[in-house]
Structures are given as C-alpha cells and as structure tokens.
C-alpha cells in the first residue's frame, strides 16, 4: 500500500527531457528515493533525481517515495 502525504512540496525541474539528454529534479523534502514508472522512457537515479531521456514523443512519470514508510511525496510529468 502507498499512501498519499497530505502536504506535498512540489518537485522542481524540466518537464520536457530530450532524448539522451539528462536534467536534475529536486524537492524541498530530503530523504526520499525517486521513480521512473517507465524505464524505458526515462530513468532517474534514485538517489539523486537525475533523469534522464531514452525514448522520444513519451511521457513518463516520476515519483518521490519514501520508502521505509510507503510515502508517495509528490508526480512530476514529463515529456521526451
């Protein structure tokens, strides 16, 4: 179960990613570890919020969870 935090501070950086290209995200809230739910569209290092473009004219969604307590931080949405 992922539970959705009340207070979300926004996540900050490029919505638009080109192919091969990579982009920093970030967000006022530390601890947490960052998600591409396609990784064959984007990647992201979890630990730094680097993502990066694999795949041109797709969108993908990247997420900032804390995982020891399941807490869905905040979705930036993307477009490569």
């Not at 570890?33 to 694999?54: E, I, Q, R």
């Amino acid at each position: 179960t992922i539970n959705i935090s009340a207070a979300v501070p926004a996540i900050t950086g490029a919505n638009n990613i080109c192919t091969g290209t990579t982009s920093m995200l970030s967000n006022a809230t530390s601890g947490g570890l960052w998600t591409s739910s396609n990784t064959s569209v984007a990647t992201v290092v979890a630990s730094t919020g680097a993502v990066t473009g694999v795949a041109g004219g797709k969108f993908d969604d990247i997420s900032m969870i804390f995982s020891s307590s399941n807490v869905l931080f905040d979705k930036i949405y993307i477009t490569i």
